[in-house]
């Protein structure tokens, strides 16, 4: 323990040093150059100096450094690179050292070959030091807007994917995991596993750490996983422990998985989004949980107004529902309807999702026409010569809510083909054949349709 402690000790002294060889090496490279540009006849001894005090703080700050690495606190594969470019360039420095001492053995273009070499190396180093300290925003942080666009600085949320519908989004593969992904991977995977815990796969996440488990089911507060990204900062035990926290949402988003059940399979309509998450889940992955009437959730482009004016010289009534949303609401009046004019209604099929033929002449067959409208939400046939003949031609109608067949001929015998009709959530039946008793029984048997019989 002692020893452990001591080179966690040395380790720390890692970020001081690494300024040392930084000084020396640019020192020793700018030196050169000035006097090759005064033309100076006898070169300064300084410079072969220069470069071995590179070379020994360099070999100094390597030390501390691998010490450091070993704690554990460090990315993987960027510690893999910063570890070994370190060593190079402790090597290299020594190398230096041995060429300015008899500089005129070497050309002039490779002695300055390698002093870019060198520095470029001494550069890209630093940098990726403070990167795996400070998290690769440091810099460009608090850069002015404008710059920001210039460096290519992008926005948390700019690479997240836009999500339309909740049934098909995963909660734990679609946004918990990746999350874990960009900020826990890195240490928790199945090659290194600091801390014994493997993040990388649901099983390993459920094994947690040594057969600790870290995810207490439907209780983020209690589990361990929680409890190391909610701690202060400061603290030794918080996760991620480089500079990368999660961010509010994303602090939410697992809270709400685990509270929810830490389920791997459910998807987002599955399980319960209490009103704090919907916000959440709309600025962060344009997904709204909100159900949408079907009519809102069509996407169609816009139909030409020349089929609008056809439509309305064939005797139909029309209006376009929004001027975002170019779907149909068509209606008819009068008893002079024809098979022709439907079939001109059958050729914008797509855009039609209200249609009211109610007091019209609309006969059993022609709703084979009509029962081809694949947006068809609400359907007005009251006071119609309908009969249950027509009515079984409806249940195609994958998408019909309303259905109005208040004075018509139907009977019992529609009631089979009504229950049919899966989306459908009220239909009127005031005024026709229809009992009581079995609009009663098919009450019970569907719920969520309302039927309207009214009084007899
Ligand atoms: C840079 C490396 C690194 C990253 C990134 C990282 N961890 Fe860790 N993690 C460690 C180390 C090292 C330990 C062991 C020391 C300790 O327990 O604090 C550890 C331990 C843990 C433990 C405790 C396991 C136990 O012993 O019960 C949990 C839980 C954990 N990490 C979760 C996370 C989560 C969640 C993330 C992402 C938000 C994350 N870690 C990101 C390095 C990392």
Same mark, same amino acid.
């Given at each position: ?31 050169? %150059? ?31 450094? %691998? ?286 999702? %209200? ?102």
């Amino acid at each position: 323990m002692i020893a452990l402690e001591f080179t966690t000790f040395l380790g720390r002294f890692h970020p001081v040093l690494v300024h040392l060889p930084i000084g020396f090496l640019v020192m020793a490279v700018l030196l050169e %150059w000035f006097e090759r540009l005064r033309r100076t006849e006898t070169k300064s001894g300084l410079i072969p100096v220069a470069w071995l005090l590179g070379g020994i703080s360099a070999a100094a700050a390597a030390l501390c450094g %691998w010490y450091l690495g070993e704690t554990g606190l460090y990315e993987e594969d960027v510690l893999f690179v910063h570890r070994w470019l370190g060593i190079a360039l402790v090597v290299l420095s020594f190398i230096g050292w041995w060429i300015k001492r008899n500089p005129k053995n070497y050309s002039p273009y490779i002695q300055n070959g390698y002093s870019i070499l060198v520095l470029g190396m001494l550069f890209y180093e630093g940098h990726q030091g403070g990167t795996m300290t400070h998290g690769d925003t440091y810099l460009t942080e608090y850069a002015p807007e404008s710059l920001k666009g210039i460096l290519g600085v992008k926005k948390d949320t700019d690479s997240l994917p836009r999500f339309g519908n909740p049934d098909s989004v995963l909660v734990y593969k679609d946004l918990v995991s990746p999350i874990f992904e960009s900020k826990c991977f890195a240490c928790h995977n199945n090659e290194v596993q600091r801390g014994g815990l493997n993040m990388a796969s649901p099983d390993s996440l459920l094994e947690g750490s040594q057969g600790d488990p870290i995810i207490v089911n439907g209780n983020a507060e209690d589990s361990e996983l929680f409890k190391r990204i909610t701690l202060s900062q400061r603290n030794i035990k918080f996760m991620p422990p480089t500079e990368n926290p999660l961010t509010y949402d994303e602090i939410k988003i697992v809270e709400w998985w685990i509270d929810t059940g830490a389920s791997f399979d459910a998807n987002v309509s599955a399980i319960d989004v209490s009103e704090n998450m919907k916000p959440v889940l709309l600025r962060r992955y344009a997904l709204d949980v909100e159900p949408k009437p079907w009519y809102e959730t069509v996407q169609l482009a816009k139909l030409d107004s020349t089929r609008i004016t056809e439509l309305r010289q064939n005797g139909f009534t029309v209006k376009v529902l929004g001027a975002t949303n170019p779907l149909l609401d068509v209606s008819y009046s009068g008893n002079d309807l024809t098979k022709a004019q439907l079939q001109k209604l059958e050729e914008v099929k797509e855009h039609i999702t %209200w249609l009211s033929l109610a007091e019209t002449n609309v006969t059993d067959d022609w709703l084979a026409i009509v029962s081809k409208f694949p947006n068809l939400t609400r359907l007005e046939l009251e006071k119609t010569g309908i009969s249950d003949q027509g009515v079984a031609l409806l249940p195609k109608l994958q998408h019909l809510e309303a259905l109005n067949l208040y004075g018509t001929n139907v009977t019992d015998a529609c009631m089979g083909d009504i229950e049919k009709i899966a989306s459908l959530k009220r239909v009127y039946l005031w005024g026709t054949e229809v009992s009581p008793q079995i609009a009663e029984s098919v009450r019970e048997n569907n719920e969520g349709l309302e039927i309207i019989l009214g009084e007899r």
